[in-house]
């Protein structure tokens, strides 16, 4: 148990987004879009939701805090969308492993969370 709680506190806020979000594109299990990020929420498949605060539509905003207050599911606020898009695998790695051509997101849900991510998640829900 102290092994878990050390490997909590080794991790900041963008690391565990970081984590949670790449553990749930590998099991294909990220979505991402306006409508898509609606109709989940709606049909309450959601586990988590990541929103961009540089996101430019305050009424987009607002549906998504709404839907995810609505059905319960913790939102996640993150600075700024290009990096979010990074994080969700909206992005070209070119061959030294950078980002390129990143398109940006302003909101991504998790579905399902992968196992190796437990120490991230736990640190994520804790600090929301």
């Not at 294909?28 to 989940?40: D, N």
């Not at 987009?60 to 969308?81: F, M, R, T």
Request: charged share 25%; hydrophobic share 40%.
């Amino acid at each position: 148990m102290s092994t878990e709680v050390a490997a909590t506190e080794e991790f900041t806020t963008t690391s565990a987004i970081k984590e949670v979000l790449k553990s749930a594109r590998a099991h294909g299990s990220l979505v991402r879009g306006l409508h898509e990020v609606a109709k989940t929420l709606e049909f309450g498949n959601a586990k988590m939701v990541f929103l961009s605060e540089s996101c430019n539509e305050p009424a987009y905003k607002k549906l998504i805090q709404a839907l995810s207050k609505e059905k319960g599911v913790p939102l996640v606020l993150v600075a700024d969308k290009k990096e979010l898009g990074e994080w969700a695998g909206l992005c070209k790695i070119d061959k030294d492993g950078n980002p390129r051509k990143v398109v940006g997101a302003s909101s991504v849900v998790v579905t399902k969370f992968g196992d190796e991510n437990a120490a991230s998640l736990a640190f994520l829900k804790k600090s929301l």
